[in-house]
């Protein structure tokens, strides 16, 4: 707060007759500087704002960027802040937040300015973000000034309150404020007693002062809240702020009248210390906002229902009444606005999807928002409409939860083409088996002839005879394994995916036990990181893992001390996954054609270096790309080689990204 009023500054005060209580009237409350902050790019508007704000006491500071505002802010405690919404470099809202986040400004009013085309979501926005008003240009001129005239008198009352609460003066307090009529300002006791009370107290609840003096504070709360002990947590809560364990905040509570009538109050508790920082008694500030929060209430779900007019857009409240209705939402189900607003939304779904529409409320009422939810909806004329479903909460500016909004994406048409391209890999898979069964059988009868012709005449036949007839039944072989490659190449990639945690050194241990078993006599250093899990289709992964372990098994093998090591690393790229990698002190390849590594039938080696068909990397890539994961290598020649790839991480246990190094020999 500014520092204002030692007596060696400014003489703010006059005595009594005949006490040694001090008290403030109107001349010395105009001594109290209350800097106005106004923030708008329009030179000419922030001339006007001045000439009309200006008056005794009162520091008109102007800023037309965000960042001159802030420097204000640095040197000054303003009593309001006027604020343009649309403006270079930092609109007002950005500025409001960054506003909100410094504790001297935290609390501080902010009217926001904006022009005619202010869209409801604006002033919402502005609201939320802690906006005390929300006002449309053209403004009128005594309506703006009037409205910060009340935030002056209320600066300069707290400075004034904070300087009499060091020197015990709850008296003078009472004085300063007891003429205020718009809010209810008064002093509850250490008792929880009320100790003092205004005008604008006595109109606002209906107790005189005669009445309401020396009764408790819990009064204006509802019996059930008192039975809560809601006033002694409210009370508390101040008293931490003032100690500095709590932030200070205003808060939202329903409160009783005299006459029993229930309203929405704005309360504002400050615990005031005496010289020793001890609390003396408790400042409240009470403001009806009950025309406030309907009006938010009203706009936040106008705001809610966004104008894609393409999709049915509607909204509900917590019983799962329909409460708005779009032309999307009439065009997709049938129903114009009159008949459907009013009905629950289980006349949009047949009787077996009901207990769904549940769930999806339980969800929204804690909070939770439900996305692209996949279901079956009912037209008026009682076909099935396949949609895709977005339901957010509908909340008011102090987060309570009104209700929700619906988005109905029509997905008929992928449905279809999905259901079409079952049908049609049902087909492919018919027809490649077809195909390698007709492949397969003339194969079989060249390799079976050759066979019989070498066995038969072998000796007979001249060496280059011999020599072809070896060509022919390696080439019939090398031929069966790419059909066999191949077909298990189009069957896995377009097997569905059973997503589940996958213990990746688990899945390593069994590939390269298989492995081991074909070359049991070959020694190969295996070393293993302690590899967190991942999110995968178990049988795929383990595919994954056994082509680039037998890819590195095979290009390592003109070592004499062959070692293979298998690790892993954050996906900086894409938060939330992990990159595995595995590196062999093989061959490696040029990495001018890394390219082609990938690529079916693509080879980088010699077949008469290297055994294979040039289908195992292919399918790696595959494979990692339906789990949305990436695969790239990177090696030199005969300095070896290294691939990754990225996967979806779960996070089941601690220690599961700690690296350690296993090593083991196959």
Request: proline share 4%; aromatic share 6%; hydrophobic share 40%.
């Amino acid at each position: 707060m500014l520092t204002i009023m030692s007596e060696a500054s400014v003489n703010v005060s006059r005595k009594m007759p005949g006490s040694s209580v001090e008290m403030a009237d109107n001349s010395a409350l105009t001594q109290i500087p209350a800097p106005i902050l106004l923030v708008d790019d329009d030179p000419g508007i922030l001339i006007a704002m001045t000439a009309l704000l200006e008056g005794p006491g009162r520091i008109v500071l102007t800023a037309q960027t965000g960042q001159d505002a802030l420097r204000h802010l640095l040197r000054h405690d303003c009593a309001v802040i006027i604020l343009d919404v649309r403006m270079p470099q930092m609109d007002g809202f950005e500025l409001a937040a960054m506003i909100r986040k410094r504790d001297r400004s935290r609390f501080t009013p902010i009217i926001f300015l904006s022009g005619v085309d202010t869209m409801d979501a604006h002033v919402v926005q502005g609201l939320s973000s802690g906006a005390v008003d929300y006002l449309v240009k053209p403004v009128l001129p005594e309506i703006l000034r009037h409205k910060v005239d009340v935030f002056v008198e209320l600066f300069r009352l707290r400075e004034w309150a904070e300087f009499q609460a060091h020197r015990q003066g709850e008296e003078r307090f009472r004085l300063l404020v007891e003429g205020i009529e718009d809010y209810a300002i008064f002093l509850v006791d250490l008792d929880g007693k009320v100790a003092t009370w205004n005008s604008g107290a006595e109109r606002l609840t209906g107790y005189r002062s005669d009445e309401i003096l020396g009764r408790p504070y819990t009064c204006f709360y509802p019996p059930e809240e008192v039975v809560q002990r809601q006033p002694e947590s409210d009370l508390k809560r101040a008293m931490e702020a003032a100690a500095g364990q709590a932030a200070r905040t205003d808060m939202d509570r329903q409160m009783v009248k005299k006459s029993g009538a229930r309203f929405i109050a704005n309360v504002t508790i400050t615990a005031l210390q005496g010289e020793k920082a001890s609390v003396q008694a408790h400042a409240v500030v009470i403001r009806d906002v009950t025309e406030k929060k309907r009006a938010e209430q009203a706009t936040a779900r106008l705001a809610a229902i966004v104008t894609s007019s393409m999709d049915a857009i509607l909204s509900k409240n917590l019983d799962g009444t329909v409460m708005t209705w779009n032309n999307g939402a009439e065009r997709l189900f049938g129903y114009k606005a009159d008949e459907i607003i009013g009905q629950p939304v289980t006349r949009l779904m047949f009787p077996d999807r009901v207990e769904e529409e549940a769930q999806i409320l339980d969800r929204i009422r804690s909070g939770e928002r439900v996305e692209q939810h996949e279901t079956v909806r009912r037209h008026k004329s009682g076909r099935a409409i396949d949609v895709s479903l977005t339901v957010s909460p509908i909340m008011d500016a102090s987060g309570a939860i009104l209700g929700a909004s619906s988005i109905a994406h029509d997905i008929s048409e992928r449905k279809k083409t999905e259901r079409a391209l079952r049908e049609a890999n049902k087909e492919l898979e018919a027809f490649s088996y077809s195909v390698s069964h007709d492949l397969r059988a003339p194969l079989r009868s060249i390799n079976g002839f050759a066979k019989m012709l070498v066995e038969d005449f072998g000796p007979s036949l001249p060496q280059e005879a011999q020599r072809c007839l070896n060509v022919i039944q390696k080439g019939a072989c090398h031929m069966g394994e790419l059909i066999d490659d191949l077909l298990e190449f189009s069957r896995l990639s377009r097997s569905s995916l059973d997503l589940q945690a996958v213990d990746t050194r688990r899945v390593i241990r069994e590939a390269w036990l298989e492995l081991r078993r074909q070359d049991p006599d070959r020694s190969v250093d295996l070393i293993v990181g302690d590899l967190p899990p991942c999110l995968a289709d178990r049988r795929l992964v383990k595919q994954v893992w056994v082509n680039l372990l037998s890819n590195a098994w095979k290009y390592s093998r003109p070592r004499r001390e062959a070692r293979i090591e298998i690790g892993w690393q954050e996906d900086e790229q894409q938060p939330g996954n992990v990159v595995y990698w595995i590196r062999d002190n093989g061959v490696g390849f040029d990495q001018r054609y890394v390219n082609k590594l990938f690529g079916v039938f693509q080879r980088l080696h010699r077949a008469e270096d290297f055994e294979g068909t040039g289908v195992g990397l292919a399918l790696v890539h595959r494979l990692v790309q339906r789990h949305g994961g990436r695969v790239w290598a990177e090696g030199r020649l005969d300095e070896g080689a290294t691939f990754y790839f990225t996967l979806e991480r779960v996070h089941e246990q601690d220690h599961a990204g700690k690296h350690l190094s296993l090593a083991g020999r196959g």
